[in-house]
């Protein structure tokens, strides 16, 4: 997706959303605002138990072909449909590529996710595997493949990490390896993500889901974060996940260097172990975080 020739902030559609949403979106605007990033949102109001999405938040993101939205709760029981797979479905967001850092900034590897429901096809089944690999494994013999089934997976991600690179894995697998790797990597607070329409190259990390025109980033993992009241009411949900999606939505606009700048500042905070949320082992709140990155961005 290039750039405007004359260097005119690009629109994002911004979706707050439920629980700590509002929290952690308003942390991203903060540190959007102080680093002069070349983007302005148009926000919207959409929760989960609503019955569909709004057709002018539709409409925005179709237009921006770019979103950046916090989490909206899914419902229990029947009546009202999750509003993000809706997103994914009427956007054709078939992948959903997920990147874990280990302790951070150690080692990390990606889980691709096939975001197709139940059905799993050889078109659906091909092009998640063409954009693993940017190829068909048989294509490029100089690429390891192995298989693995999801149970042993999750032990072996557990017990001994590093021996992971690149996972394909179907929907309902790669959300049991998400969330998994997550807790090793430092919890749902720290996994960036997001739902992409577009391929990638190999300097784009974190999560994204893939298709062919749009990009949705979020929060990697949430694992119940979402409705954590404590978390909302002491407001000390961890911001980092989402300004590391936000600097790779800025990496996908194509502006390296203020994702480079952004990911360097948050990577700073949390090495120097001073500002932390409690998921972390620290005390801080969500707006002491904001505020160290933001001291960092320098």
């Known amino acids: 997706m290039p750039r405007p020739g004359d260097g005119a902030p690009r629109p994002v559609t911004l979706i707050p959303g439920d629980g700590i949403g509002p929290l952690v979106t308003n942390a991203v605007e903060q540190v959007m605002e102080a680093m002069h990033a070349p983007v302005y949102f148009e926000k919207y109001e959409v929760h989960g138990d609503m019955m569909r999405v709004p057709s002018e938040v ?31 479905k009427e956007l054709d967001l078939y992948a959903s590529l997920c990147s874990f ?78 969330n998994t790797a997550a807790g090793i990597a430092g919890g749902t607070g720290v996994m ?7 391929m990638m190259n190999a300097t784009d990390r974190h999560t994204c889901n893939v298709g062919a025109d749009h990009a949705i980033f979020e929060q990697g993992a949430s694992a119940g974060n979402v409705g954590n009241e404590n978390l909302l009411e002491q407001k000390t949900a961890n911001p980092v996940a989402l300004l590391l999606s936000s600097a790779m939505m800025l990496r996908h606009l194509q502006f390296p260097s203020f994702a ?39």
């Not at 951070?104 to 690999?133: D, M, P, W």
């Not at 948050?266 to 975080?289: A, F, H, M, N, P």
């Open 260 to 298: 480079d700048r952004l990911e360097t500042a948050v990577k700073l905070v949390i090495s120097e172990g001073r500002y932390r949320t409690k998921d972390l082992g620290g005390s801080s709140t969500t707006q002491e975080v904001v505020d160290a990155v933001i001291g960092a961005l320098d």
């Open 192 to 198: 960036p993500g997001g739902f992409a329409l577009w």
């Open 101 to 178: 850092v280990l302790d951070f900034i150690v080692h990390g590897f990606h889980n691709l996710q096939i975001n197709k429901l139940r059905v799993i096809t050889k078109f659906c089944s091909e092009r998640i595997a063409k954009y693993a690999f940017e190829e068909v494994a048989t294509k490029y013999p100089g690429i390891k493949y192995n298989e693995i089934i999801v149970d042993n997976c999750c032990m072996q991600l557990v017990s001994k990490p590093e021996q992971f690179d690149v996972m394909v894995t179907p929907n309902l697998y790669g959300n049991l390896v998400a």
């Open 58 to 88: 539709m409409e925005s993101i179709k237009k921006n072909k770019v979103c950046l939205k916090g989490g909206l709760t899914t419902p229990m029981g029947g009546g009202v449909s999750s509003l993000n797979v809706q997103l994914r």
